[in-house]
């Protein structure tokens, strides 16, 4: 449940990171893929690290564990998207 919680919002994360900073923005489908990579990834990086407290989910699935889960893929995905925007500013000219 913490995983598609984190992948939902990579996706939000990723289309808000990519409308803020247009000059980072690989386009919405891009943005969406991106998010939901970096989604995935931050929520289990955040989960190994034991913050945010994404293990609660398993137990009782508390409001505050959704918007933990939720709170790490968006902060992933959009780091996902700025890094690739970052990337693409570099090599395409």
Do not use: H
């Not at 900073?21 to 034991?50: D, E, F, H, P, R």
Request: glycine content about 32%; some cysteine.
């Amino acid at each position: 449940m913490e995983l598609f919680l984190c992948l939902i919002g990579g996706a939000v994360g990723g289309n808000a990171a990519g409308g803020v900073m247009k000059n980072a923005s690989v386009g919405l489908i891009g943005n969406s893929i991106a998010g939901i990579v970096g989604g995935g990834l931050g929520g289990q990086v955040l989960t190994m690290l034991g913050a945010g407290g994404l293990g609660a989910m398993a137990g009782g699935g508390d409001i505050g564990a959704i918007v933990g889960a939720l709170a790490a893929g968006g902060a992933g995905g959009g780091a996902v998207v700025i890094s690739l925007g970052v990337i693409k500013k570099v090599f395409v000219r």
